[in-house]
């Protein structure tokens, strides 16, 4: 149903449609269209808004608000580890121009609320990424002390490198084939024991266990399904 895209065109569609006797409004609706059900034109039947409004915390009778952009997954996901007491992240994001804009509005919000990005790191070449993360995680700095205690004990030493310490959670913005990519990497990189976060974009919804095998312990915020 048009409804021009102006809260007037809306509350003429609304009353037009809920008068022909329809049970179920279904959306999305915009936060404008959304507003006019909370103000002017109060809801008849069940709505299912697939928005909400982030200005009020009133409840608007018969209408069910929730949102499904990706927006507000990150913002869930920043405000959950928040209060989970992880303020020291890393987010591992794959190059998809959509996953860069969620990943920096995720750095945005977590900088805002006291949290510290100790790096973003952006999926190109596998190898390239790897090594690059080695470094995020200071294993090479790791491998050069154990270097240079052999020398000066004059041994072979086989020492497993430690990674830094300081990493409370790793934040996967990436789409399903490279978030499989980048979840499995994590153990051979000492890394395997960090909280990894992600949203629904990491999931590709379907029922093949092995490939999600790799996203072993990802826990992903999700829209809900209904």
Do not use: C
Not at 83 to 102: E, F, Q, T
Request: proline fraction near 5%; aromatic fraction near 6%.
């Amino acid at each position: 149903l048009d409804t021009g895209g102006t809260p007037e065109g809306f509350a003429a569609a609304y009353r037009q449609i809920t008068a022909d006797g329809v049970d179920l409004v279904i959306g999305p609706l915009l936060k404008e269209e959304l507003a006019v059900l909370q103000s002017s034109v109060p809801a008849s039947v069940p709505t299912l808004a697939l928005n909400f409004l982030e200005t009020s915390t009133a409840s608007i009778p018969q209408v069910f608000q929730f949102g499904i952009d990706p927006a507000d997954e990150i913002r869930q996901l920043a405000s959950d580890a928040h209060h989970a007491g992880r303020m020291r992240a890393v987010i591992l994001a794959d190059a998809a121009p959509r996953s860069r804009h969620l990943a920096e509005d995720f750095a945005q919000r977590w900088r805002a609320s006291g949290g510290v990005v100790i790096d973003t790191l952006y999926l190109g070449d596998l190898n390239d990424y790897r090594l690059t993360l080695e470094r995020t995680m200071l294993l090479d700095s790791s491998r050069e002390r154990s270097e240079t205690l052999g020398r000066l004990l004059g041994l072979e030493l086989e020492i497993e490198p430690r990674r830094r310490a300081d990493v409370e959670l790793i934040v996967m913005v990436a789409e399903p084939a490279a978030a499989r990519s980048i979840r499995a990497m994590l153990p051979f990189l000492y890394a395997g024991d960090i909280p990894v976060e992600g949203i629904s974009l990491s999931n590709g919804g379907g029922t093949n266990r092995e490939n999600d095998l790799d996203l072993e312990n990802l826990r992903f915020v999700d829209m809900p399904w209904f």
